[in-house]
């Protein structure tokens, strides 16, 4: 079983940064597909980020260029760092990992159904 714990989300004015870190428990032997999600009130939860068992990334739309994903694979933590913030980023951050499964087209999904296990969330309020 695996624990997946997010942290470092807060409130910044628009233009600034933040970094949340995902800190992965339980299987210290296992490599994950992991990802970042986010969900916005009254707004379904999305996709933000990947990172696969490759080490390979990617991006939504919406945060190329700003968001950075990466992963400490001594510490068992990933980060999201995010950059040039703006405020329909606001949103609950979710951390969530899955082993790796071949789906015809790679190992690591990118859809919510993808990933097996979840953390409790993190708030990311961006004002302008």
């Known amino acids: 079983q695996v624990q997946v714990t997010e942290s470092g989300g807060g409130s910044v004015q628009a233009g600034g940064s933040l970094r949340l870190s995902c800190a992965a428990s339980g299987d210290p032997y296992g490599n994950y597909c992991m990802g970042w999600f986010r969900q916005a009130p009254g707004k379904e939860r999305e996709g933000v980020a990947f990172?696969?068992?490759?080490?390979?990334?990617t991006y939504s739309d919406s945060v190329k260029g700003r968001f950075t994903i990466s992963q400490d694979y001594a510490k068992n933590t990933v980060y999201l760092q995010m950059n040039s913030l703006k405020p329909e980023d606001t949103a609950e951050y979710y951390c969530?990992?899955?082993?790796?499964?071949?789906?015809?087209?790679?190992?690591?999904?990118?859809?919510?159904?993808?990933?097996?296990?979840w953390g409790r969330g993190t708030q990311v309020t961006v004002s302008s």
């Open positions: 969530a990992a899955d082993p790796p499964h071949w789906n015809g087209d790679s190992w690591c999904g990118r859809r919510i159904a993808d990933f097996d296990y």
């Open positions: 990172i696969n068992v490759d080490g390979s990334t």
